[in-house]
């Protein structure tokens, strides 16, 4: 595995990845969110290249990651994992109490690799099944 890079980048640099990965069907503004300008955004680079991005939302002591998303190449050889366990870090460094998602339903036990739980929230958003997932600090 080459090494990867982790570095903040702005809102509008996520929204190819976003796009091309979540949502490819849709207009690429749907894959903008209201309040991206409050969010931090962190993407990870292989080579000079960007390859996967998450964007974290912090209000009082809980935090949200939403738009995480890794290019299909690349998907699988463990980039995202070092990405999210990044945005774990940051969780902890911060000292806050929650972190949590809308995970796509497929998708839990991935998480919970990430010592993230299932709540009882669940949604369907673009046909898509979710629950929410927790991580307590």
Known sequence: MIEPKIVEITA???LFIRHKVMWPDN???FVRLPNDTEGRHYGLYVDDTLI???SLFITDREA???KFATLIEYQGKGYGTILLNEIMSIAEKEQLSRIWCNARTAKTNYYAK???SITTTEFVKGGLNYVIM???F
Do not use: A, H, L
């Open 12 to 14: 509008d640099e996520t």
């Open 27 to 29: 207009p690429i503004d």
């Open 52 to 54: 996967s991005v998450v």
């Open 64 to 66: 949200q990651f939403r």
């Open 114 to 116: 990430f010592n993230m």
């Open 134 to 136: 927790e991580r307590i």
